[in-house]
C-alpha cells in the first residue's frame, strides 16, 4: 500500500468504515504533531474519562 500524501510505501494502516487509507513514517509523524496541537482534541480529552494502561 502507499501512503495517501505521497508515493512512499505506507509503514501504517488506518481503517475506518472499511476505507483504509497508508500513511509513510514522515506523514504519520506529522498529522500525529497535527493531531496533538489541536485544540479539539485537549477539548475531547477533558470531557471524557482517558485511563492509561500503564
Not at 476505507?19 to 477533558?46: I, K, N, P, Q, Y
Amino acid at each position: 500500500m502507499r501512503c495517501h500524501y505521497c508515493d512512499q510505501e505506507a509503514a501504517y494502516e488506518a481503517e475506518q468504515a472499511d476505507v483504509v487509507v497508508g500513511l509513510c513514517t514522515e506523514h504519520f509523524r506529522e498529522r500525529v504533531e497535527e493531531l496533538a496541537e489541536d485544540d479539539g482534541l485537549a477539548a475531547l480529552s477533558d470531557r471524557i474519562d482517558v485511563e492509561s494502561t500503564e
